[in-house]
């Protein structure tokens, strides 16, 4: 799984916040449509889920294209099909609000408090040691957004 990811994340340069929508994703497919991930429907859930996130989440998002290149097992007319079917599947809901994004951003986090694990999710994203002052400004602001986001929606619950 970690090469499969890892190959995609550092050849198209997706950004990080792209793995936990793409997770938000993978969830909802599971959950409305009652798609099982199996050892062989995985990688075309997860590449789909990848992709569906770059183009709604990334400012500048993938082609269907560049995941082709990058899996050469999946021609761009086959990830097309792909594209639509996870799109139907969940109904074309891909909108996230900043309370369920915080809700698996903070879950992830806690995650990657263990041991270990931080260093090799990094490693996936292609972050270690390659993030630029600007990027991690940018990547500031916008958890900072929502953590402040969260943290309204959590006191006018209370």
Known sequence: IYEFAHQLFKSVQLSSECSIVCLIYIERLMEVAKVPLL?????????????????????????????????????????????????????WDLYISSSLYAKYYFALRSILEKQDFRHRYNMLVGAAGKVTASQALKIERRTTIIKEEALQQLSKSM
């Open 39 to 91: 050892p062989n429907t995985w990688k075309p859930i997860f590449m789909c889920g990848l992709l569906l996130a770059s183009k709604v989440w990334q400012d500048l998002s993938s082609w269907n294209i560049e995941f082709a290149s990058v899996y050469p097992q999946y021609s761009p007319d086959a990830i097309n099909r792909l594209e639509v079917l996870f799109l139907k599947m969940v109904k």
